[in-house]
Nanobody, 126 residues
């Protein structure tokens, strides 16, 4: 597994943008499918976006499709989430996650991910 540290969260007005970063330890990072999840108060953790090891494919939740973009830089052991046109309903703690096994397709199930960061808060004001 890898250790993950998220950054880049904050307070932004509706319509604004934020870029989240997730720094990972270990060379295994480049072989792992990575994903972003989020959890709002009183709600379950939900999938936001995922990316396979060499960026060949990505997947997005319907609610963020066309607004968010997930990328990764394997040389820097970092995965990013560019969030545009933010809405108040995007307010949540955002978590970076690494898949349990290497070279897997993107999945949307939290139990498929064995490495988790501590999260970064994103707050979108109306």
């Amino acid at each position: 597994q890898v250790q993950l540290v998220e950054s880049g969260g904050g307070l932004v007005q509706a319509g604004g943008s934020l870029r989240l970063s997730c720094a990972a330890s270990g060379r295994i990072f480049r072989s792992l499918t990575m994903a972003w999840f989020r959890q709002a108060p009183g709600k379950e953790r939900q999938f936001v976006a995922g990316i396979v090891p060499y960026s060949v494919s990505t997947d997005y939740a319907d609610s963020v499709e066309s607004r968010f973009n997930i990328t990764r830089d394997n040389a820097k052991n970092t995965v990013y989430l560019q969030m545009n046109s933010l809405k108040p309903e995007d307010t949540a703690i955002y978590y970076c996650a690494g898949h349990i096994k290497p070279y897997r397709e993107v999945t949307r199930t939290t139990t498929d991910f064995g490495s988790w960061g501590k999260g970064t808060q994103v707050t979108v004001s109306s």
